[in-house]
C-alpha cells in the first residue's frame, strides 16, 4: 500500500472533540475513544498540499467559490455513481447536519411531519424537534443481522409527511439499500406527495462488493422529488473544513433551499479551505487513497467479526455494507441500557457511542468507529475481552 495506515498519530493538543470530549462527556480521561466518525488516520497528504498552496497568499479574505470546485463535483459523481448534473443544480452547504436543518426550514413549517427511520443518526432526530415539526418515526426492523424496512409500515407512516430523511448509506447499521427498495422508497413519496432527503455523506465509504446508488438516478420521480447531501469529510477524514454541498435537480424545490439558506440565513459562504480541498480530493489521486482506505477498514471489519466470534459470545456485529461503523448487538448480555453503558466504561475503559443515541430501537447496543490502526483496534477488544472475563 501506499499509505501507511498502521501509523498511530498523537493527538493530543489539536483541540480533537474524540479525545477531548471525553472528560466533559464521560467524565474521565482514560477512555479509549472509539465513538465519533472521524478517522485516526491522517487526512492525504495533497490536501495538505493544497491547503499549504492555498496559505503561501498570506491574505485570508472572504472566498468565493471556484469554478474547480463545480467541476470536481460534476466529475465526480459522474465517474463514481454514473450521475450527470449541472452545476446550477450543486449549492454548498456548510455541512451536511446544518443542511438538514436548514432545508426542514426551507421545506415545511412549524408543526408539519416530517419521517425518520429509527434506529439513525441523532441529528435526524434532532434537526426535526429542534425546529418545532413532528416526528415520524417508520422503525426499521433487524432481520438475519441486517435492517430491512418495513413497507406496509412505511406506506402508513408517511401518509400526511411534508418530509422523509433518508440515511443512504444507513448510519449506524451500515447497509447499502437495494435498487428495489430505493424504486419502492422513491414511487410511495412521490404518490404521497413527500420531499426526500437523501444524506449519502457516506456513500464514497461502501465496501466491495456493494454499489451505492444515488436516490436521485433511481428514476425520474426520484429526481424530480429530492435533494441529495454529499461531502468528502467522512472518506477523506476533513470534517473540521464544514463542508458539503446539496444537489438538487428540482429547480423550484432548489430555490426553496437557496432562499432559506442563502437569503434568510445568510450562510452561502464557505471557509478559506471549504473549496480547495474538496477539490484536492476528487481527483484519480483522491480515488487511489480512498481504495486502500477501504481495503484496510474492511480488514478491520473481518478481524473484528473474526475476533468477537471466537472470544465474545455474548455481543453480535450488525456487519456494514458501508462505512467503518459497527453496531454492536449486546442484548444478550441482559443488562439495561446503563448498565450496558457502564459496562464498557468502567470496565473496558472504551468510549463508545450509547446506542439509544439512535433511537429506542438501539437499546441494547453500542456503536464503535474501526477507522484507526490496527493496533488500537486489537488493544479495545482486548480490554472488551478482560472485561467480559472479570465479570
Not at 120 to 131: D, H, K, S
Not at 148 to 153: K, L, R, S, V
Request: glycine content about 4%.
Amino acid at each position: 500500500m501506499s499509505y501507511n495506515f498502521d501509523e498511530v498519530i498523537d493527538r493530543s493538543g489539536t483541540d480533537s472533540l474524540k479525545w477531548e470530549a471525553l472528560e466533559p462527556r464521560w467524565g474521565r480521561t482514560d477512555l479509549l475513544p472509539l465513538w465519533i466518525a472521524d478517522m485516526e488516520f491522517k487526512t492525504p497528504p495533497f490536501v495538505k498540499k493544497a491547503i499549504e498552496k492555498r496559505i503561501e497568499n498570506e491574505i485570508f479574505g472572504y472566498t468565493s467559490i471556484p469554478e474547480s470546485w463545480y467541476e470536481a463535483i460534476i466529475n465526480w459523481q459522474k465517474k463514481r455513481n454514473n450521475w450527470n448534473i449541472t452545476k446550477e443544480s450543486i449549492l454548498f452547504s456548510p455541512g451536511v447536519v446544518p443542511g438538514l436543518a436548514l432545508a426542514i426550514q426551507a421545506f415545511t413549517e412549524k408543526g408539519d411531519k416530517v419521517m425518520i427511520q429509527q434506529p439513525v443518526y441523532p441529528p435526524f432526530i434532532l434537526a426535526v424537534q429542534n425546529n418545532q415539526r413532528t416526528l415520524v418515526n417508520s422503525p426499521l426492523r433487524l432481520v438475519n443481522g441486517n435492517y430491512q424496512i418495513d413497507f406496509e409500515q412505511f406506506e402508513k407512516n408517511v401518509e400526511g409527511c411534508k418530509l422523509f430523511i433518508l440515511c443512504n448509506p444507513h448510519n449506524p447499521g451500515g447497509r447499502v439499500w437495494t435498487l428495489e427498495e430505493m424504486e419502492r422508497i422513491a414511487d410511495i413519496c412521490y404518490r404521497n406527495n413527500v420531499f426526500v432527503i437523501s444524506d449519502e455523506i457516506h456513500s464514497d465509504l461502501t465496501l466491495s462488493p456493494y454499489k451505492h446508488q444515488v436516490f436521485a438516478t433511481i428514476n425520474e420521480k426520484a429526481r424530480e422529488n429530492c435533494l441529495v447531501f454529499n461531502s468528502p469529510s467522512k472518506p477523506f477524514n476533513m470534517a473540521g473544513f464544514s463542508s458539503a454541498y446539496a444537489i438538487i435537480e428540482n429547480e423550484t424545490m432548489r430555490e426553496k433551499f437557496q432562499k432559506n439558506t442563502y437569503i434568510k440565513c445568510m450562510l452561502g459562504d464557505g471557509n478559506l479551505f471549504s473549496f480547495n480541498t474538496l477539490v484536492s480530493v476528487y481527483t484519480a489521486q483522491g480515488e487511489q487513497w480512498l481504495d486502500e482506505l477501504l481495503k484496510y477498514v474492511q480488514d478491520n471489519i473481518n478481524w473484528v467479526a473474526d475476533f468477537v466470534q471466537k472470544n465474545l459470545p455474548k455481543v453480535k456485529i450488525i456487519r456494514p455494507q458501508a462505512s467503518y461503523l459497527i453496531f454492536l448487538d449486546c442484548r444478550q448480555m441482559q443488562l439495561t441500557q446503563k448498565e450496558l453503558v457502564n459496562f464498557f466504561v468502567d470496565k473496558a475503559n472504551l468510549a463508545l457511542n450509547d446506542g439509544e443515541m439512535f433511537g429506542k430501537e438501539g437499546g441494547g447496543f453500542m456503536r464503535i468507529n474501526v477507522a484507526c490502526p490496527r493496533s488500537i483496534l486489537q488493544k479495545a477488544f482486548n480490554q472488551l475481552l478482560r472485561a467480559f472475563e472479570s465479570e
